[in-house]
């Protein structure tokens, strides 16, 4: 289970953040992440003892998690960057611009300043203010990037069933966006739409059969 270890072996004076994203794999909607930080290391039991990484968590679970953890004392931040920017800026780069609104926000609703941030995965950013540091499988060691994880996939995926309901066909409250056989009948029928993400191969492969949808 996920702890503050790497955290604290930090020795580091000031809020450490955790970072993690949700939605780099779907072929359409935004990436989101989310970045939290645990004052003081302040966490109730009862949730320290639950908080994992997102994806070993069932829909129901990280859903009451999520709500959970908003009841605290966890300062969060919430950061999406578009389909639109993942095709300009490649997804890796639109994930980090997302983590740095996320940061942003969090900043801005407690003036708090971010000192490091821990993210989940094997790359970090270039030019960010703070010092990083890159964790493999971070959700499944740090408290603070598994609770940016559920974060981050309850918003998406609760963002993906909004959308659903304007492009039904497409499967998105169930699929959020994946390559589903459901998803990729609809693009046959339907085409696709302005939240798809045209940069990615199977979107690429459609467009090249339909060009007038450029």
């Excluded at 020795?11 to 994203?21: R, T, Y």
């Excluded at 939605?23 to 994992?52: K, N, S």
């Excluded at 994930?95 to 995965?121: C, H, S, V, W």
């Amino acid at each position: 289970m996920p702890d503050f270890q790497i955290e604290k072996s930090l020795n580091i004076q000031g809020p450490i953040f955790g970072l993690d994203e949700a939605g780099r794999g779907p072929w359409c909607g935004p990436v989101v992440a989310a970045c939290a930080y645990w004052p003081d290391y302040q966490i109730p039991m009862y949730l320290a003892e639950q908080i994992d990484d997102s994806k070993k968590l069932t829909p129901k679970k990280r859903e009451k998690l999520y709500g959970e953890i908003l009841k605290t004392s966890c300062v969060y931040g919430i950061g999406f960057a578009s389909a639109d920017e993942i095709d300009e800026l490649n997804i890796l780069n639109a994930t980090f611009l997302a983590m740095q609104r996320a940061l942003e926000q969090a900043y801005k609703n407690t003036t708090l300043q971010p000192a490091y941030a821990l993210i989940d995965g094997n790359r970090t950013p270039k030019n960010w203010s703070i010092p990083t540091q890159s964790v493999i499988k971070g959700d499944h060691l740090s408290l603070s990037i598994a609770t940016a994880s559920i974060l981050a996939k309850v918003t998406r995926d609760n963002f993906m069933k909004e959308l659903s309901a304007h492009f039904p066909q497409y499967g998105w409250d169930k699929n959020m966006g994946y390559g589903t056989q459901e998803h990729i009948e609809a693009i046959r029928r339907y085409g696709i739409t302005p939240y798809h993400r045209r940069s990615y191969a199977p979107i690429q492969a459609y467009l090249a059969l339909h060009p007038s949808d450029k």
